[in-house]
């Protein structure tokens, strides 16, 4: 294969770029539906015991259209990563894990009792809620007044509510004291 004379000389091949940390979910949505084609070809199905997804007739992918990748010098051994990585991939689908939850601060555990707490009063859709703030500690947010502490909350409907939430998470917390015990 001959290049134009105008044209300066550029490798034919590209070299494989780094693997990207992040995936748009249209990328990702993509991948994994590969994956699973390539899970149905092998025969595999997935945990939740779904059949393996029919081959679906060929499709010139995108893929084959780009540049042959070939590996530099000395990356001979490397093709057992691939495969190993391929198949890490293909885990990773047919068995998602599961991603936990953090643990409530808490003052976000108090603020779940105090919003359990206000349905069906008259403070029931209005903007009643705790907050946590680095420096100023625990903020209280009554409508459009912001208080720093409970403490600092007028006497009253709210500060009864948000005193007897407190003390609620203070049982919750020692029930689970004693549960632990045992």
Do not use: C, H
Not at 14 to 28: H, K, Y
Not at 81 to 109: C, Y
Request: glycine share 6%.
């Amino acid at each position: 294969m001959r290049l134009p004379k105008n044209q300066p000389k550029r490798p034919l091949l590209r070299r494989r770029r780094p693997p990207s940390d992040s995936l748009t979910m249209d990328a990702r949505t993509q991948i994994e539906s590969a994956l699973r084609q390539t899970a149905g070809w092998m025969g595999l199905t997935s945990q939740l015991g779904e059949p393996a997804p029919a081959v679906a007739p060929a499709v010139v992918s995108p893929v084959a259209e780009a540049a042959v990748e070939v590996p530099e010098v000395g990356q001979a051994s490397r093709q057992a990563s691939v495969i190993a990585g391929m198949t890490n991939a293909l885990a990773d689908v047919l068995q998602p894990t599961v991603k936990k939850e953090a643990p409530l601060s808490i003052v976000q555990q108090i603020d779940e009792i105090l919003q359990g707490m206000l349905a069906g009063t008259e403070f029931e859709g209005k903007q009643v809620y705790l907050a946590e703030d680095p420096k100023k500690g625990v903020i209280v947010r009554v409508e459009n007044d912001t208080y720093e502490g409970v403490n600092a909350v007028p006497e009253g409907k709210i500060k009864t509510l948000l005193r007897t939430a407190v003390t609620e998470w203070e049982r919750r917390q020692e029930l689970n004291r004693r549960r632990q015990k045992v």
